[in-house]
């Protein structure tokens, strides 16, 4: 099976998750893709979604579901995104497609966290995947600047801004020991609006695509 196919059978097998009758939770990415394909086969029972970003938002409402601005709304029951990484603790590198900080405040709000993936998506120590960094423009240099001093090698995503304006330094050789120790160190750099280490608040169930079917993580 191709990496696309095990991401889609992942994808699908989240639908069981979404019991709810209200709003879900919609990441970002080529995984989320078939999930939003696959939410469009039960969008009646719903109420609608709120979306981590202006290309999940769009293939939403190329769906015909309701795209809720999240300060509309009260309860996120369940909020499933893909991942660049996850750990076996469920602590996940995120942000590859570089809408890192609206998927990190969706799963802030969202009850439950399903993570979708294939399964090449789990490793024992998160950071070979250049972890993701949104960054003030005019702090891009000072915030390089600080990241090497913790031993990381930034790179500046060339031509990508985020949805919120920012722009992306990818940090290329961590061997993330302490995630959540570093997502906090990362945070604290004044110009970072945040980075893709999902680990203070992790997933809570990891779907993964695989060729003997679908592996649930807990
Ligand atoms: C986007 C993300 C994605 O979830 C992550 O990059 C995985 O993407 P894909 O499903 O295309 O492999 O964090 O910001």
Redesign the pocket.
């Known amino acids: 099976m191709t990496a696309d196919e095990l991401?889609k059978q992942a994808a699908w097998a989240a639908l069981e998750y979404v019991t709810t009758t209200g709003v879900v939770g919609v990441?970002?990415?080529?995984?989320?893709n078939h999930f939003i394909d696959a939410l469009a086969s039960i969008k009646g029972r719903i109420e609608g979604a709120v979306s981590s970003s202006n290309a999940s938002s769009d293939r939403l409402k190329a769906h015909g579901i309701h795209v809720f601005d999240l300060n509309e709304v009260s309860e996120v029951s369940i909020y499933v995104?893909?991942?660049?990484e996850s750990n076996h603790g469920l602590q996940l590198v995120?942000?590859?497609?570089?809408?890192?900080t609206r998927?990190k405040i969706i799963a802030a709000a969202a009850k439950e966290f399903v993570c979708i993936a294939d399964e090449s998506k789990l490793v024992d120590v998160l950071g070979k995947f250049p972890l993701p960094v949104e960054v003030i423009p005019m702090a891009r240099s000072y915030v390089a600047r600080e990241i090497v001093k913790l031993g990381g090698q930034p790179v500046y995503r060339e031509g990508f801004i985020t949805d919120n304006h920012n722009v992306i330094l990818d940090v290329h050789g961590l061997d993330i020991m302490e995630p959540i120790q570093l997502e906090k160190t990362l945070n604290d750099i004044v110009g970072v609006v945040t980075n893709g280490l999902f680990a203070m608040r992790p997933a809570d169930v990891l779907l993964l695509g695989s060729a003997s079917g679908t592996k649930t993580v807990h």
């Open positions: 991401k990441g970002t990415g080529s995984t989320v995104d893909g991942a660049d995120k942000g590859g497609g570089g809408a890192l998927e």
